[in-house]
């Protein structure tokens, strides 16, 4: 088992986690909730556990593990969900900080041979915003030409991700999704990477564009050693 970035999600739609439940309007990495001292213990009660758990049931199982964890105020990690894949918008701020192939840290996976592999992480940190149509996550209109990709991209340490977005006969991408673009920046500090992504996120604009403006401001507060 390599053991992949940690990343905190922002579930709720409106600001300070307030609102309806979303896929995800943001996410950052890594996560100061998981100390070092609370990265042992999910490791050691939660996913180690877990793998040994299905090999020794005949099902052994190869590939990417995503678990879904609520983290105790006395450290204690709960798992709430897993999955067979990587999650959205986690990994938009976990892979830009994986230093190495993803397709030979897979294959190596399939082959047996990941305990020769090297995994290791950027000392960056990543700060994502989704960008969603108005109405979400209840109902929402489709087709609003969206702008100023274009000019947010080449800003240092961002990227864009397309999620609901479609490109029309004449070559205008519009949207088509209740969460449209993830807007993502890499810097060494939350600070700066939530600037550079905010920056990105005010030249982008489409009728009825909505976000939250607090993604990455819990990383700030990091959390006390327990």
């Known amino acids: 088992v390599e053991p992949m970035a940690t990343s905190q999600d922002h579930k709720r739609v409106g600001e300070n ?49 995503y678990a879904g964890l609520m983290i105790m105020p006395n450290g204690q990690p709960k798992v709430i969900e897993f999955n067979c894949r990587f999650g959205d918008p986690e990994t938009q701020v976990v892979l830009p900080r994986l230093q190495g192939d993803l397709v030979s840290i897979l294959m190596a996976c399939d082959n047996g041979t990941l ?27 489709k087709g609003k030409e969206i702008t100023g990709i274009e000019a947010a991209q080449p800003l240092e340490g961002v990227s864009v991700s397309h999620a609901g977005t479609a490109q029309t006969e004449d070559g205008k991408i519009v949207t088509a999704g209740g969460r449209v673009l993830n807007v993502t920046a890499l ?40």
């Open 17 to 65: 986690d307030t609102g309806l439940n979303t896929g995800g309007m943001g996410a950052y990495s890594p996560a100061p909730v998981v100390t070092p001292k609370i990265h042992d213990r999910i490791m050691q009660e939660v996913i180690y556990p877990t793998v040994n758990g299905m090999a020794a049931e005949g099902n052994v199982y190869t590939g990417f593990l």
């Open 115 to 141: 305990r020769h592999q090297q995994v290791s992480w950027s000392d960056t940190v990543a700060v994502s915003v989704v960008l969603a149509s108005a109405g979400y996550p209840g109902s929402y209109e």
């Open 187 to 226: 810097a060494p500090t939350f600070e700066e990477a939530r600037a550079r992504a905010y920056e990105a996120c005010d030249l982008i604009n489409f009728e009825g564009k909505q976000l939250r403006h607090d993604i990455g401001l819990k990383a700030l507060q990091g959390r006390p050693e327990k």
